[in-house]
């Protein structure tokens, strides 16, 4: 046997380096040779994908691999596809006809997929070797020329040109080498028998057998033929079939039978006895550990798993050797497919998971993308992904691939992050699956202004308070977080009677309280409003605002004022009673007021001290003075009675008056005296003054529009008579009355001027008048009417 040494790797890279980019199928494929060293440039993918080397940072590209991960890189920094990992391609697919090792790029913004392979070309750096060293075959000296021995292959784990491509044996009259190549590319050598053999003659013969491949350079392998020459087996074992085709499942238990294969001979006896085997083809790779075969059934029974994602088919070289001498050996072949069965669950893979999302990340945001892949084929293979109905996000499908993305804005107050359970099942039968969560936090924004708790507000402060105390405490919250929840107060300008509002309150921007600038006057200032503003930190800033309204509570701290009478002198007043009055003469009414409100300008009046307490009783709601009982001959002319006005405050605050009532004989001495006080300015007060004015604004005013209307009718009636004799009065004073009388006209006719026409008038009706006894005492008259006059009066 002879082995080929390696070849330099300088000679390897510049005879097999080709790095071929074909994107027209949408799929990026590079080509190299196996062996490259670690850092072997493969391909520019900034380049092939059209892009330059900056936006493959800026749009997050990642490359993931199906399989083989470890073998290839990206560098960001210039594009570029390397090697990793120095890679043996025989190690990697064994002696599958075409190896690629398969990759995904992922972009996002916008988002795009990618698919690439980098093909693993093969080199020749292996030799053709045969295994067992030198290859004996036995040949019945009774077997006719033109009959063929299969010999043992040799095995190269390259392929293609680089494997096995033809045999060849040092030349000899008696043999020749006859090959030939099978449906999976193995080349078969058999010995063809040239000359008949006579074993008296020769009993044994040596020839080499020389495997060569066609790579470049190229490799071969060497192995001796020993031939034995036996006594005569002229009948070779015959299998049923040719090839024997069958299948079975990937689940398949250990022992489980294959299939049964069967051979005849038509030799007798020991050379008609069977033993069954696998050939030389079978023991290429591991499939010699997967089956087993019984030597007297041809019983082929499973020994090791079966795995359909790692192979799909089987092709297994069986003999069946005779017990001749020599022995013959009968060739078939078996070929089983394995079946897929649903054992692979969904694999879930995320690439450019995002743990966190802004709440105001409009609908359609990317999340991360979800790669579910299955091992399995047909329907097994096939896999749906879902996620839970109940949450703001949705999946879409885009290629082999789902886009996790938001289906509605969020609401970090409602909802502040999200376990989302991503589940994926094959459509196989059972089905299978798998979980995988994403959990994604939702970061906060400011979206929220400050919220009062109340509103609007109402504050009650009591009057006569202490600057600088506090009054009250508005309280605003915001749900936003940190910096965006942060809130501080202000008043905003306001005036309150042409003052700025913040000479009269201020705030505590911290925490909300209020504290009073001033003390209020509930007589001044009942109620006033101010606006408070919360202000959050939040960029920009939110804010909103609530309405104080402040109400101004009365304290008792105005004693009542006595408005009427007036006081003369500042101490009393004086009022007059005629001698006349009865019980129950309303006398004057006090009338008093109180700055304050509700039950403090409650006034109550009671008289605390009289000349005669028996004479006046006193409302003591009304304030109404009058007379207990009839005035007496005894009774004093002048009553001091000293009336108290309280409210009903606590503690109550009073006030007290004098009142001077004098009892006069008639009503014309009140009059007298009412004529004094006002002549006297002293005792007239302010507001007396003005309605004594207004009074006599009044009369007067009535005096002016009685006399025009006199004027008036006078003048109407001078028109209508010419000759009329105004009538005459006469005025006679009598013992207990005087009377005024009018006398009639002396002529009792009325003429028309302008015609000679005379009317006599009937007599004209007389009328009489009384003066009243007060006549005799004032400088007024006061008239009443009189009976009938007398004779003597007329005549």
């Not at 590079?30 to 060293?37: F, G, T, V």
């Not at 591991?286 to 079966?306: A, Q």
């Not at 359909?308 to 009968?330: K, V």
């Not at 004479?615 to 304030?623: D, E, H, P, V, Y």
Request: proline letters at 5%; aromatic letters at 8%.
């Amino acid at each position: 046997m002879a082995n080929s040494p390696r070849i330099p790797f300088v000679a390897t890279v510049g005879i097999f380096l080709l790095c071929v980019v074909d994107i027209i199928t949408g799929k990026i494929h590079y080509s190299i040779p196996e062996e490259m060293e670690q850092g072997t440039f493969v391909g520019n993918i900034a380049q092939d994908l059209g892009m330059n080397v900056l936006q493959l940072s800026d749009r997050k590209f990642r490359l993931s691999f199906v399989d083989g991960g470890r073998y290839m890189k990206v560098s960001l920094d210039d594009g570029f596809l390397s090697v990793r990992e120095r890679m043996d391609r025989e190690l990697i697919c064994e002696q599958a006809e075409m190896c690629t090792i398969s990759f995904e790029m992922t972009l996002e913004n916008p988002f795009e997929v990618h698919h690439g392979e980098v093909e693993i070309l093969d080199v020749n750096d292996n030799s053709p070797i045969f295994r067992d060293g030198s290859i004996v075959v036995q040949i019945s000296e009774a077997i006719p020329p033109g009959v063929r021995f299969r010999l043992k292959s040799a095995e190269d784990p390259d392929v293609g040109m680089n494997a096995i491509a033809s045999y060849a044996i040092s030349s000899s009259e008696y043999f020749s080498l006859k090959t030939q190549r099978t449906e999976d590319g193995f080349v078969i050598a058999e010995l063809l028998l040239e000359k008949s053999l006579d074993r008296e003659l020769q009993s044994s013969f040596q020839l080499m057998l020389t495997a060569t491949d066609a790579g470049h350079p190229q490799r071969s392998g060497s192995t001796q033929i020993l031939i034995t020459v036996l006594d005569f087996n002229d009948n070779p074992p015959l299998f049923e079939q040719v090839v024997y085709k069958c299948s079975i499942s990937e689940n398949a238990p250990q022992g489980a039978v294959v299939i049964k294969v069967k051979a005849q001979d038509l030799d007798e006896g020991s050379n008609a006895v069977l033993t069954y085997s696998f050939g030389d083809l079978t023991t290429l790779g591991t499939n010699r550990d997967l089956f087993s075969m019984d030597p007297n059934t041809g019983e082929i029974k499973v020994e090791g798993p079966l795995d359909f994602e790692e192979t799909r088919s089987y092709s297994l070289d069986i003999l069946a050797i005779d017990h001749g001498s020599p022995a013959i050996t009968g060739h078939s072949k078996v070929l089983i497919k394995i079946i897929d069965v649903n054992d692979n669950a969904p694999e879930i893979k995320m690439t450019t998971a995002s743990k966190q999302i802004s709440e105001n990340s409009p609908s359609g945001t990317l999340i991360t993308l979800i790669n579910v892949i299955d091992r399995d084929s047909g329907e097994n293979g096939q896999v749906r992904c879902e996620i839970p109905r109940m949450v703001p996000f949705m999946l879409q499908t885009y290629s082999n691939h789902y886009k996790l993305i938001t289906s509605e804005t969020m609401d970090r107050e409602t909802v502040s992050e999200y376990t989302i359970l991503v589940s994926a099942w094959d459509l196989g039968s059972p089905s299978l699956s798998t979980n995988s969560t994403i959990h994604i936090v939702i970061t906060d924004v400011n979206d929220n202004p400050p919220s009062f708790a109340k509103l609007p507000y109402k504050v009650y402060v009591t009057e006569n308070n202490f600057p600088g105390s506090s009054v009250f405490a508005v309280t605003a919250s915001d749900p936003d977080l940190e910096q965006n929840s942060y809130v501080s107060y202000s008043i905003l300008d306001n005036y309150i009677q042409n003052l700025p509002v913040s000479t009269y309150l201020s705030i505590n921007s911290m925490n909300g309280t209020i504290y009073s600038l001033r003390s209020f006057d509930y007589e001044e200032l009942k109620s006033f409003q101010v606006l408070i503003q919360a202000r959050d930190a939040g960029v920009p800033p939110l804010s909103s605002s609530a309405t104080v309204n402040v109400i101004i509570l009365d304290q008792n701290d105005n004693a009542p004022v006595i408005v009427s009478p007036s006081e003369h002198g500042g101490s009393s007043a004086s009022e007059f009673l005629p001698t006349s009055a009865g019980q129950g003469y309303l006398v004057t009414k006090i009338i008093a007021t109180d700055a304050d409100s509700g039950q403090n300008a409650r006034l109550l009046y009671q008289i605390v001290k009289a000349t005669d307490p028996s004479l006046f009783t006193m409302g003591q709601m009304s304030g109404e003075i009058r007379t207990a009982r009839k005035i007496m001959e005894l009774d004093a002319i002048t009553q001091t009675v000293v009336i108290l006005v309280k409210d009903n405050g606590q503690p109550n605050l009073s006030s007290t008056i004098t009142l001077h009532v004098t009892i006069l004989q008639n009503t014309t001495e009140i009059l007298t005296v009412s004529n004094n006080l006002v002549k006297n300015h002293e005792y007239l007060s302010e507001l007396n003054l003005y309605l004594l004015v207004t009074f006599s604004c009044t009369s007067i005013v009535f005096l002016l529009i009685i006399i025009v209307l006199i004027g008036i009718k006078c003048k109407q009636d001078r028109n209508m008579t010419q000759e009329y004799s105004s009538p005459s009065y006469y005025y006679k004073r009598g013992e207990m009355q005087d009377t005024f009388n009018r006398r009639s006209a002396m002529e009792e006719t009325l003429r028309y001027p302008g015609t000679d026409q005379v009317v006599h008038m009937p007599g004209l009706s007389q009328h009489s008048v009384c003066l009243s006894p007060e006549s005799a005492k004032s400088d007024f008259l006061f008239l009443k009417p009189c009976g009938p006059p007398t004779s003597q009066a007329q005549s």
